[in-house]
């Protein structure tokens, strides 16, 4: 199948030019469905329907994604999100000197940041780096902990995670790869980069929605830590209601309290085109369009803020213009639905199932609507997403 041709199960597309995949991707229509199903069960089984799926569905999909990062059977569980994901990881460790040093760069999305410098009140020494080669030279023997993004939210550019991976095992420090803005865009093999934990959500490139966020820890790994963040379903008899903790074995001692089921059963849905698909074809094509969306730019005039370097680039292209938060809003008006951010520009993420003429639509009416002044009267909109 030719990839326009999974439009028809995304109903957003059908009213809008949607070029927010980076930031929330489309609804996959069985995602509807299977949100009724959780409901139908709610309301038919009752209590009965956590012994028929809904206890076990933190596994069930969180090998769905495994699936699409590398990951082997058992080893990846789901979340509420990544900051609860980044938190139990963090919460492995004693923070106690001379091992106690976070090492992450400042491109790091914010609510994972905020995590990472919270711990400093529990003893770690965080060290912010300007860029990757600079976290590279600041990792030593007193780095516990290296937080990294595989690819940057306010400019798209991958980072190169097997550099970070390799000088950290050197110093013995861990890697928590942040594949929040890659996964379903970007291939990423976990087993192969040898990270010992990838935490990552739903919302974006994977289609899946809110709610659904997912941690892998390595096999081996995974039998030697116990988080103390943790809650019942961690316990290896958690219907026992036994009054000290005792960690399930593997993955499952990285999970906390009760999960958000209805979440992780929107996000299945996501999950299954993406795999259906295959990332590598969905990459291939990504290049070619945002190799397209960055010729466009440039014959616009606009000022380019992503790598030119397709390797370098992730699903989005970030670019800038005059008064780019009015800009956004004029387009949002005209239903083109994509965002900004501060400091960076206009975002545009196509995904598998936009066609190059939206792609030269929305650009035109970028150029439309500044050669017009049709934003001005937008002037201080803000944007809720």
């Not at 861990?174 to 935490?199: I, K, N, R």
């Not at 974006?204 to 379903?233: H, I, M, N, S, T």
């Not at 085109?273 to 369009?289: A, F, K, L, P, Y």
């Amino acid at each position: 199948m030719e990839l326009t041709g999974y439009r028809d199960r995304f109903p957003i597309l059908e009213s809008t030019t949607y070029l927010i995949n980076h930031s929330l991707g489309a609804m996959p229509t069985e995602a509807e469905r299977r949100l009724k199903q959780f409901a139908r069960e709610w309301k038919t089984r009752g209590a009965r329907a956590w012994g028929e799926g809904w206890w076990d569905s933190v596994f069930r999909v969180g090998d769905l994604i495994g699936a699409i990062i590398g990951a082997p059977a058992g080893s990846t569980v789901m979340h509420q999100n990544v900051t609860v994901a980044e938190a139990i990881v963090l919460s492995c460790f004693d923070m106690k000197p001379p091992r106690n040093r976070i090492v992450f760069e400042e491109g790091l999305f914010p609510s994972v940041r905020y995590v990472q410098q919270a711990w400093s009140r529990f003893g770690a020494e965080v060290v912010v780096c300007p860029d990757a080669d600079a976290v590279i030279d600041a990792i030593d023997e007193r780095t516990l902990l290296v937080p990294v993004s595989h690819v940057l939210y306010k400019t798209a550019e991958i980072q190169p995670v097997e550099r970070i991976a390799t000088r950290a095992r050197e110093a013995g420090a861990f890697v928590c790869l942040d594949a929040y803005q890659s996964a379903g865009a970007v291939p990423l093999d976990v087993t192969a980069l040898g990270v010992e934990f990838c935490v990552g959500g739903s919302v974006k490139w994977l289609c899946g929605g809110p709610g659904a966020g997912w941690l892998y820890v390595r096999p081996d790994l995974a039998e030697r830590l116990e988080p103390a963040f943790a809650g019942w379903q961690a316990h290896a008899r958690p219907f026992a209601f036994e009054p000290e903790m005792d960690p399930a074995p593997g993955a499952a001692r990285f999970l906390t309290g009760t999960p958000v089921v209805a979440a992780n059963y929107a996000a299945s849905a996501g999950y299954e085109i993406i795999r259906e698909i295959g990332v590598d074809r969905i990459r291939e094509n990504s290049m070619r369009q945002t190799a397209l969306l960055v010729e466009l730019v440039d014959d616009a005039g606009f000022e380019l803020t992503s790598p030119r370097d397709p390797r370098l680039r992730g699903g989005s292209v970030v670019f800038r213009v005059p008064d780019f938060q009015a800009v956004h809003a004029e387009l949002a008006g005209r239903n083109i639905i994509c965002d900004y951010r501060p400091d960076a520009g206009l975002r545009f993420g196509p995904h598998f199932f936009t066609t190059d003429d939206e792609i030269r639509f929305a650009v035109d009416q970028v150029r439309e609507i500044l050669g017009s002044g049709a934003h001005r009267a937008r002037a201080g909109a803000t944007a809720g997403y």
